[in-house]
Nanobody, 126 residues
Framework: QVHLVESGGALVQPGGSRRLSCTAS????????VGWFRQAPGKEREGISA??????STYYSESVKGRFTISRDKNTVYLQMNSLKPEDTGVYYC?????????????????????WGQGTQVIVSS
């Protein structure tokens, strides 16, 4: 079965940090660009960060720029989240893009990514 697996979500205090991980099941993650998406309660899923297949190109939405860092090794894509705010609360998903759109300067859009996992929940609250 082909899908992604997200992990690392937790309850975190404001100002805290957390690292999320995204691994692949059934396919080679190194061949794909990967995006991180966040779905806040009552809102649509939005792309917040992405990394190209070779790791040379990255994207950050304005809401996370300067606080979050995306990185990857051969089998895993990470999202390091620092200075967390209550508005970062949500379910975090990773998606895979074979077209490597982020390397072409295209921001991550849900309809362009595939192989979604179940997501991992991050709650930022005191």
């Amino acid at each position: 079965q082909v899908h992604l697996v997200e992990s690392g979500g937790a309850l975190v205090q404001p100002g805290g940090s957390r690292r999320l991980s995204c691994t692949a099941s059934g396919f080679r993650l190194a061949d794909f660009a990967v995006g991180w998406f966040r779905q806040a309660p009552g809102k649509e899923r939005e792309g917040i960060s992405a990394i190209s297949s070779n790791g040379d190109s990255t994207y950050y939405s304005e809401s996370v720029k300067g606080r979050f860092t995306i990185s990857r090794d051969k089998n895993t894509v990470y999202l390091q989240m620092n200075s967390l705010k209550p508005e970062d609360t949500g379910v975090y998903y990773c998606g895979a893009d074979y077209s490597d759109l982020v390397a072409k300067g295209v921001a991550p859009e849900v309809q362009e990514y595939y192989y979604w996992g179940q997501g991992t929940q991050v709650i930022v609250s005191s």
